[in-house]
């Protein structure tokens, strides 16, 4: 068994194109699907898989860590960086796809079958705009609360929030009581049974993060994500060490060596790979070991597309220290078209049961894809108040 052919199919999707890995072999419709999405470098990625596919043309697809292995270690340069570890992701979930479909198993059966009976999703609400503090606080906080009773009522039991604004290294406490406003206007609408999560995105500064931690605190987020740069990892630490709100980061990085020193440091309690830029399920597999062995919730980043969500579930019903998946379910009308799916979604508590399909579960529908061609995204930018580049 030989793979012949890998190919990109790109699909755009408003504020990104997803980018679908299709690995092709000898054997009569045998194939896998992978996911290689990432905002605003498509072409960079695309580039990046025919590059690797070169080491992979007429290897066996069944031998999957060694093929990771040589994704990784050839040509010089380790698949460290974003870009060739989104192409490296998109490659592994396509070979998982196809090993399941090998042996008529979902990828969760060859993982060692499933540690649970569902998974629980949860939902994204977007962010606010802090333009006018004096004037928007009040509008933005009715908005998320009615965002958030809409999520509630539309099954979910969690949800994500981007209630802290963009701010500058240094600012009073004009932004902190924003998100305290945003905050406490979703769990009063709420209440205490439903899981708030809020996302910085790494806007602050940690000196901010940290104050941004502390007054949120006694609204009982289920987490707090990302309260400064990834790429500050003490800082991160003495956040958490400093509040009881179980603090989350990971999504920006690649390689387990990175992951392993974010849990040396005791630096979060929830970690969060992206399945499609870590370097795969192969990876991401690896990354859960070492969840597990510092009791650390596991909740990846997803806010791709279709095949991403399948893999992270995969991943999750084979996981211990797997917690929640993060869902996108209404980025674009037509999402259904581009994908049949394999796990069943149920919409009291948002909860997804077991794909029982081999490998991934999920089939492609081609002809849909053709539709969405490949767009340039915009490109989003962020200042402060001065003209200062901020982080979006």
Request: net charge negative; hydrophobic share 40%; proline share 5%.
């Amino acid at each position: 068994m030989k793979i012949t052919a890998i190919e990109t199919q790109v699909c755009h999707a408003r504020m990104r194109n997803w980018i679908f890995v299709k690995v092709i072999t000898d054997q009569p419709g045998l194939y896998g699907w992978g996911e290689a999405t990432l905002e605003w470098h498509t072409r960079s990625v695309v580039g990046a898989i025919e590059d690797i596919s070169q080491l992979l043309i007429g290897e066996d697809p069944r031998r999957i860590e060694y093929l990771w292995q040589m994704m990784y270690r050839q040509h010089f340069w380790h698949g460290n960086g974003i870009v060739r570890g989104t192409a490296i992701s998109g490659i592994d979930l396509a070979l998982w796809d196809i090993l399941g479909k090998i042996h008529n198993v979902p990828c969760h059966e060859l993982w060692g079958g499933r540690v649970r009976d569902y998974i629980r999703l949860y939902c994204h609400l977007g962010g606010g705009k802090m333009e006018d503090f004096y004037e928007t606080r009040a509008d933005d906080a009715n908005r998320f609360g009615e965002l958030a009773k809409a999520a509630v009522e539309d099954g979910f039991t969690a949800f994500k929030s981007m209630a802290v604004p963009e701010t500058m290294p240094l600012e009073g406490m004009r932004p902190i009581r924003y998100a305290e406003a945003c905050v406490k206007a979703m769990r009063d609408a709420v209440g205490e049974d439903i899981d708030i999560m809020v996302d910085c995105h790494a806007r602050p500064s940690p000196l901010m993060g940290m104050q941004f931690a502390k007054a949120l605190e006694p609204y009982g987020l289920y987490f707090f994500e990302e309260p400064c740069w990834p790429e500050a990892m003490d800082d991160i630490a003495a956040i958490q060490r400093a509040v009881k709100t179980p603090i989350a980061s990971g999504e920006r990085l690649v390689g387990i060596a990175a992951f392993r020193d974010m849990l040396e440091k005791r630096a979060v309690s929830v970690l969060q790979p992206d399945i499609t830029h870590c370097g795969g399920l192969s990876e991401a597999r690896r990354i859960a070991a070492l969840a597990e062995a510092y009791r650390v919730a596991l909740a990846p980043h997803n806010p791709q597309g279709p095949v991403s969500t399948a893999a992270s579930i995969e991943l999750g019903f084979a996981t211990p220290s797997y917690a929640i998946c993060e869902s996108v379910h209404s980025d674009v009308p037509w999402r259904e078209e581009v994908v049949s799916e394999g796990f069943v979604v149920e919409k009291k508590g948002r909860i997804v049961k077991p794909n029982t399909r081999p490998g991934l579960g999920i089939e492609i529908n081609e002809a849909v894809v053709k539709k969405h061609p490949f767009r340039q995204e915009v490109l989003q930018r962020s200042f402060y108040a001065d003209g200062a580049v901020g982080d979006w």
